[in-house]
């Protein structure tokens, strides 16, 4: 079983629509949630963390459930610019201070005109 | 601006070469910095985890004598892909942690380089 699972998508829909991604994770210690996205040939750039009581950062949504190891992230009033691969991340302790990332295989999404 | 510079971003060689690329954590001091490569239409998965001053820790499958790291500041991370073969053309990508939290860096956040696309012929 793959440490992060994600939707395999693609998801195509119209501007304007609100779409919604999921995830789980296997590894009970991870410790923190991240949505990344990642657009084509481009390295990942952070779109939020992900908090137990959920958060918001404008159209978009996350929340995690950890008793379930699910996560979640909603996007409100899609616009063409979203159109992106969104990587579902956990972190974990490693070796000392520092701390591994564990990437979902990612959903593409594309917003259609 | 950038707080990670990958370099060189593209890179086209022969198979048998080297190839070195670099990783540079911009005015703040990582201890500890990743690698990653990323085959297509596939997630990122972590290559090894490298320490400044110390031997780099290579995830299970990854051969060490092919990949060498060498972490020998704070600001500078490299790997080379020894005897580079076209099975090895991938997108490698390297990320810091903000641990210090310079320049106002999350500490529990990795920056990430913008990766180089290797093509091997």
């Known amino acids: 079983r793959k440490e992060v699972e994600q939707d395999p998508g693609p998801f195509n829909v119209p501007e304007g629509a609100t779409v919604a991604f999921n995830c789980t994770y296997s590894?009970?210690?991870?410790?923190?949630f991240f949505w990344y996205r990642q657009d084509c040939r481009k390295e990942p750039k952070l779109l939020m963390s992900?908090?137990?009581s959920g958060n918001e950062d404008g159209r978009f949504t996350a929340q995690l459930n950890r008793a379930s190891q699910y996560i979640s992230l909603l996007i409100r009033d899609s616009k063409l610019s979203d159109s992106a691969t969104y990587l579902c991340?956990?972190?974990?302790?490693?070796?000392?201070?520092?701390?591994?990332?564990?990437f979902g295989s990612g959903t593409q999404l594309t917003v259609l005109p | 601006g950038a707080v990670v510079s990958q370099h060189p971003s593209w890179v086209i060689c022969k198979s048998g070469t080297s190839v070195k690329i670099e990783c540079r954590s911009l005015?703040?001091?990582?201890?500890?910095m990743f690698w990653y490569r990323q085959f297509p239409k596939q997630s990122l998965m972590l290559m090894a985890t490298?320490?400044?001053?110390?031997?780099?820790?290579?995830e299970q499958g990854v051969e060490k004598d092919k990949f060498l790291i060498n972490h020998a500041s704070l600001t500078l991370s490299t790997l080379t892909v020894t005897s580079a073969h076209p099975e090895d053309s991938s997108f490698y990508i390297c990320?810091?942690?903000?641990?210090?939290?310079?320049?106002?860096?999350?500490?529990?956040?990795?920056?990430f380089g913008a990766g180089t696309r290797l093509s091997v012929l």
């Open positions: 005015d703040f001091q990582a201890t500890t």
């Open positions: 991340v956990v972190n974990r302790r490693s070796s000392g201070s520092a701390r591994q990332l564990t």
């Open positions: 990320s810091a942690h903000g641990l210090a939290g310079g320049r106002g860096l999350a500490k529990n956040i990795q920056y």
């Open positions: 590894n009970s210690a991870s410790q923190s």
């Open positions: 992900v908090y137990s």
């Open positions: 490298s320490n400044e001053g110390s031997k780099a820790t290579y």
